[in-house]
T-cell receptor, first 118, second 110 residues
Framework: DARVTQTPRHKVTEMGQEVTMRCQPILGHNTVFWYRQTMMQGLELLAYFRNRAPLDDSGMPKDRFSAEMPDATLATLKIQPSEPRDSAVYFC????????????????FGPGTRLLVL | KNEVEQSPQNLTAQEGEFITINCSYSVGISALHWLQQHPGGGIVSLFM???GKKKHGRLIATINIQEKHSSLHITASHPRDSAVYICAVRSGGGADGLTFGKGTHLIIQP
């Protein structure tokens, strides 16, 4: 049963520390998304990649957030330095999109990383 | 940017009732997703629609592209259907991620 995995599942850190979240997309999927969920804002898109290339990261605070795909099996989201307002659940999702179905792929969500910045 | 509105925000119903959750959006889309988030936090994709209607078990999703509106129906509701249901849209061109509604918190009482 293929699924998206995320690590760590929970992270508590102090303000100013670096946080790295990892995502392993479903094997063969070519699109990876990072979302953030807070009580106030709900779910928001942070960034997404297709074939490992970043297509949109306009949802990320550029000064402190960075997202990369070192290879097809790993996506990372890094916060440096972290702030209390970054406390949220961060979801990774992956999908398989073809040229003909762009915008219509089903996204499969990981379990999320629950981050608390003190 | 697409604005996605869901109604109602909260819904409590008795087991067996027919449930309808509505979603409207402001700009033309390439696809609309209905997601279910369980109390534990996990998110599952229920449907992806670009036109018409889809059915899976007791769940039915419809979309009216002209009216920019979609509905999710649950027939013969059950306490295990209790969850947050989230509508999300993908704008045209395939170049955007999902824009989400705030979700509908559904509680089905036995």
């Amino acid at each position: 049963d293929a699924r998206v995995t995320q690590t760590p599942r929970h992270k508590v850190t102090e303000m100013g520390q670096e946080v790295t979240m990892r995502c392993q997309p479903i094997l063969g999927h070519n699109t990876v998304f990072w979302y953030r969920q807070t009580m106030m804002q709900g779910l928001e898109l942070l960034a997404y990649f297709r074939n490992r290339a970043p297509l949109d990261d306009s949802g990320m605070p550029k000064d402190r957030f960075s997202a990369e795909m070192p290879d097809a099996t790993l996506a990372t989201l890094k916060i440096q330095p972290s702030e209390p307002r970054d406390s949220a659940v961060y979801f990774c999702a992956s999908g398989l999109v073809s040229k003909h179905d762009r915008g219509r792929e089903t996204q499969y969500f990981g379990p999320g990383t629950r981050l608390l910045v003190l | 940017k697409n604005e996605v509105e869901q109604s109602p925000q909260n819904l409590t119903a008795q087991e067996g009732e027919f449930i309808t959750i509505n979603c409207s959006y402001s700009v033309g889309i390439s696809a609309l997703h209905w997601l279910q988030q369980h109390p534990g936090g996990g998110i599952v994709s229920l449907f992806m629609l670009s036109s018409g209607k889809k059915k899976h078990g007791r769940l039915i999703a419809t979309i009216n592209i002209q009216e920019k509106h979609s509905s999710l129906h649950i027939t013969a509701s059950h306490p295990r259907d209790s969850a947050v249901y989230i509508c999300a849209v993908r704008s045209g061109g395939g170049a955007d991620g999902l824009t989400f509604g705030k979700g509908t918190h559904l509680i089905i009482q036995p």
